[in-house]
C-alpha cells in the first residue's frame, strides 16, 4: 500500500458528505506496503480533494455546545466527568423507555476505561465529545432480577474500581458490602431491575460477567450522540457533587 494509506480516513469522511451519490470499486490494485514515517510528503492531489471537507468538518467540531465552569476530570471515586457521563446515560435510557413505552429505568453503570479523555474549563466543543467517546458503542439497558445484581456490587468490592454510576451507591469497609442501594433502597432480590450502560459492558467487557444473567434491550442509540444531545441542552454544565462509590478501605492510589 502506498504513502496514501494516511489519507484513507478522509476518504472514507468523502464518502460519507457525498451520500446522494452511490460509489463503486472497479479496481484494487495491490502494492508493497511501506511504513508511514515521520517526515514524508503530503500527497498534493489528495489533500486538495479533500480539502474543502476537512474545513467544513473542522468548523462543526470546533463548534461550541456548552460551557463548564470547573475542569470535568476522570480523577476519584466520584469523578465529576464520570458522574456526569453517568447520569447522562440514565437519563437519555429513561428518555428511550418512555418514548418506546418500555419499562422506566433503575440505575445505570459506565466504566472509566471508556472515557479517554478529560474536558477542561471554559468552553465544551464538539471534538470534546469525541474525544472522551471516540468509539461507536451503543446504549443497552440490561433487564436483570434483584438476586443476580449481587454480582454487581460483588464487582466493585472486589476490584474497587471507579466505574461510574448513576441512582446506585456502594459502600464497602472490612471486606464487605456494607451498603448496596438503588433508588435510595435496599434491592428487592425478586423484583426485575432496569439498568442502562453500554453494549460492551453488557456483553461482559471490562469482566462486568454478570450483565450475562440478564436480558438486553438494544436501542440502536449510539451513547456519543447521545451525550453531545445532553449537554447542548445544558448551556452550562454543572457536575454532580453526590457521593456515590464509597471504598473504606481502599488503599491509596
Same mark, same amino acid.
Given at each position: 500500500m502506498s504513502r496514501n494509506y494516511r489519507f484513507l480516513?478522509?476518504?472514507?469522511?468523502?464518502?460519507?458528505?457525498?451520500?446522494?451519490?452511490?460509489?463503486?470499486?472497479r479496481q484494487v490494485d495491490a502494492e508493497k506496503n511501506i511504513?508511514?514515517?515521520?517526515?514524508?510528503?503530503?500527497?498534493?492531489?489528495?489533500m486538495e480533494v479533500i480539502a474543502p471537507y476537512r474545513k467544513s468538518l473542522e468548523s462543526q467540531m470546533n463548534s461550541v455546545i456548552s460551557y463548564t465552569s470547573v475542569d470535568l476530570?476522570?480523577?476519584g471515586d466520584n469523578s465529576s466527568l464520570g458522574n456526569l457521563l453517568a447520569d447522562y446515560t440514565f437519563d437519555a435510557a429513561q428518555e428511550w423507555a418512555q418514548k418506546n413505552h418500555r419499562h422506566g429505568i433503575d440505575a445505570a453503570l459506565i466504566? /472509566?476505561?471508556?472515557?479517554?479523555?478529560? !474536558?477542561? +474549563?471554559?468552553? &465544551?466543543?464538539?471534538?470534546h465529545i469525541f474525544e472522551i467517546m471516540p468509539f461507536e458503542n451503543e446504549l443497552v439497558i440490561v433487564k436483570i432480577k434483584g438476586k443476580d445484581l449481587n454480582g454487581l456490587f460483588d464487582y466493585y468490592l472486589k476490584s474497587q474500581k471507579n466505574d461510574p454510576v448513576s441512582r446506585i451507591? /456502594?459502600?464497602?469497609?472490612?471486606?464487605? !458490602?456494607? +451498603?448496596?442501594? &438503588?433508588?435510595?433502597?435496599?434491592?428487592?432480590?425478586?423484583?426485575?431491575?432496569?439498568?442502562?450502560?453500554?453494549d460492551y459492558l453488557a456483553l461482559g467487557g471490562d469482566n462486568?460477567?454478570?450483565?450475562?444473567?440478564?436480558?438486553?434491550?438494544n436501542t440502536g442509540e449510539k451513547l456519543r450522540d447521545?451525550? /453531545?444531545?445532553?449537554?447542548?441542552?445544558?448551556?452550562?454544565?454543572?457536575p454532580p457533587d453526590d457521593v456515590r462509590l464509597i471504598f473504606k478501605d481502599k488503599k491509596a492510589e
Open positions: 480516513p478522509f476518504l472514507g469522511l468523502l464518502a460519507l458528505m457525498s451520500c446522494h451519490s452511490r460509489l463503486q470499486i511504513p508511514i514515517q515521520p517526515g514524508m510528503q503530503e500527497d498534493a492531489a489528495i476530570t476522570k480523577t466504566n /472509566i476505561g471508556g472515557i479517554r479523555s478529560t !474536558i477542561g +474549563k471554559g468552553s &465544551i466543543l464538539l471534538r451507591i /456502594i459502600e464497602t469497609g472490612q471486606g464487605r !458490602i456494607s +451498603k448496596a442501594l &438503588i433508588n435510595g433502597e435496599e434491592v428487592n432480590p425478586d423484583s426485575d431491575y432496569y439498568i442502562a450502560t453500554s462486568m460477567t454478570f450483565f450475562s444473567k440478564g436480558t438486553s434491550i447521545l451525550y /453531545i444531545q445532553k449537554f447542548k441542552e445544558h448551556p452550562e454544565v454543572i
